[in-house]
């Protein structure tokens, strides 16, 4: 038999954890049609059953104000789930249980899944789980997901709930807007939407607009009733409907804690203690900035270290592949897809991988969120807030899914402005590039340079942007969870994740764009190539000729250019084939001339054709540009 | 408790004051309610220092909050 189960539930609760644990590897990650919201849906194999797993976004209602909100709300009522599983962080039970109220309305058979309870107990809360139960008409399983606790019992219940009839529980509000309700109710006697009844009624009372134009399609008398209702509801508390309904949830919500947890004493936790150092106004910035600078350095120490020994085993297959392929033509252009590849896999492996991995830590403990919470100021010189530095930071690691980490940003200006922004941080494949020519030849404190300057011209054209697209910024709305440990399982997954955006869309780009390089060499092509650009290559950027076809090559990969340069200038001692200043120029160009051609295709999935093409042309024109003032300030 | 409504902005770190109501658009007042900051809703400063957001703890959990929200929101201090 098959059944499908929705999870549901707020932002940071545990649900993809418990999701995985579901599903295992049998899980597949899309979009939403048309949307650039994530979908992740999943198998699970259960006896007789083929369950169905659908996680939906983490939200905190369901009042339209985002993509995320519509995309639940019309999943849950169109395509009902046989059961929904509302994931419900324990420690923070308040909250949660006010969007439990909102998805009992949508009328579907349902389970609230308690989640982190180990640490609910550790805060001193003890949950009356039996009560709970009673209250909310809805069975309640108690989990600790990380530990894999209560997922077989979720299981069980789902089962139960679909062979047994569901009786559709009906959470009462305060007795004058339930009468309203009730009023409202019996006007839509006859309309048969996807919606319950009840959900409507309460929905054209907080006045939703989508809801309103549903209704007013089938009866638009409706619709003037329930205004009336609303306005009474107005009059009598003085406050704007949504505002009102809203309250009366918490009330409810408020009140069921009341009922059903006590809380103990307890000692202060370290949690706590930690989360006032983070987030103080000195302290905080200094354990900031070491922490970013200590994963840097781990990161790129290591990544060096390691990227050096990957090459150089790789390098060796080449006289095991001449033997296979021959020496030639056709040897030397499969050679040119190998090289891509190999450059692929020196770049994700020992950078990528390893960043992913640790900022993944960071944010799963939470600790992004409080650098989030240190930023928003400075963010908002560039019209962004401070979650926009979540993305920023990812940009380290690799654009591409950076790019779709803008996501995150409420509206599609912030999210443009985020995007713009991102593709100006130079990536970990920039990084090699800076640290194997000015980090080595020139002096590590250029190399540091080169990052501040790259700051200075994020700040910069980031207000530029901020001036440009009008519009107000959102303002910071963001809940800072307790610090806990971070789940690795989960972490490595999202990692993984990330790193499939990449491999995807770049992978195979790298490739064929090595091969089309390797081209051009065997046809003597990259000459005229290179002659063509002397004029911005030699005369305006005073760098020596051939680094004109390694520029084409940082198109596929910016690392390429190192490699390429070495190919070009005849040797791998770049000492005696440019000066610092070259130097300089060249990685400067290198770090904001494109968004390699990835990030372009990343670009275009996010914003669409027409704004990446206006980003890439900009940034090769301003890359130009600094690149020519820096060759003529620059005296070494 | 005193009768003078305030902007949430201008309490001191420790401070504890209740929702009156929020000013401003309906997109930053649904934000604001969705996450419990309803009127009548009890909540402490934890941290204001001299950079923004502020960070309060309401109904259990702790929010931060830009600064422009939080000069829209109006409460009354909790002596």
Known sequence: MKITIALAGNANVGKSVIFNRLTGLHQHIGNWPGKTVERAEGTLFHVDYTIDIIDLPGIYSFSTFSMEELISREYIAKEKPDVVINVVDATNLERNLYFTLQLLELGRPMIVALNQMDLAEKKGMCINIKKLQEVLKVPVVPVIATQGKGIHELVHTAIDLVENNYKKPEIKYGKEIENEIQKVVKTLKKIKLDYPQRFLAIKLLEGDEEIKRLIQEVDPNIVKIAEKHAKKIECVHGHNRSTIIASERYKIANEIVKDCVSLKPCKVRFSDKFHEITTHGFWGYLIMILSVISLFYVIFTFGNFFSDILVESLINLKPIFDQYFGVGIVSSLAWGVMEGLIAGITIVLPYILPFYIILGLLEDSGYLSRIAFLMDRFMHKIGLHGKAFIPLMLGYGCNVPACLGCRIMETKRERLIAIFVTTLIPCAAVTTVILGLVGKYVGLDWAFSLYIVNLMIVFILGRIAFKVFPGEPTELIMEMHDYRMPHLKTVAKQAWFRIKDFIYIAFPLIIACSFIIKVLDVTNLSESIENLMKPITVDWLGLPAFSGITLIAGIPRKELTLIILAAHGGTTNFGTILTPVQMIVFSLVTMLYIPCIATIAALIKEIGWKKAIFITVFEIVFAIFVGGIAFRLLTL | ?79
């Open chain 2, 1 to 79: 408790m005193s009768e003078k409504t305030i902007a949430l902005i201008n309490l001191k770190e420790g401070q504890r004051g209740i929702i009156v109501s929020v000013l401003g658009g309906r997109g930053v007042t649904q934000r604001l309610t969705d996450m419990g900051l309803t009127p009548g809703t009890e909540f402490k400063i934890v941290r204001k220092g001299r950079l923004c957001p502020v960070e309060i703890s309401v109904r259990g959990s702790k929010l931060a909050i830009g600064c422009g929200v939080a000069a829209k929101i109006l409460v009354k201090v909790k002596e």
